[in-house]
């Protein structure tokens, strides 16, 4: 049996976080949500995700550090928005 895909969450909406994550679960990918960007970098490096969904608050807030999220995960796909 193949791995299941991770997917992180970063999200500082609890309910819209709540939601993905159910969604995420019911396709069943192994799940990570936070609620903070900067959890979301130490999260991104550990965890190692293929997707990342970015909430769009958190992108606007911290876009000059996207960077650093590409570098600590470098095979997800982060989707913004």
């Known amino acids: 049996m193949s791995e ?4 992180l969450i970063i999200c500082d909406d609890i309910d819209m976080s709540r939601l993905m994550r159910m969604y995420y679960v019911k396709k069943e990918y192994e799940v990570q949500v936070v609620h903070r960007f900067t959890n979301g970098l130490l999260a991104a490096q550990e965890f190692q995700p293929d997707l990342i969904l970015l909430s769009p608050e958190l992108c606007k807030d ?3 550090d996207l960077e650093g999220l590409k570098e ?3 095979n997800a796909e982060i989707i913004t928005g």
């Open 4 to 7: 299941r895909k991770r997917v």
């Open 62 to 64: 911290f876009e000059e």
């Open 72 to 74: 600590l995960a470098p």
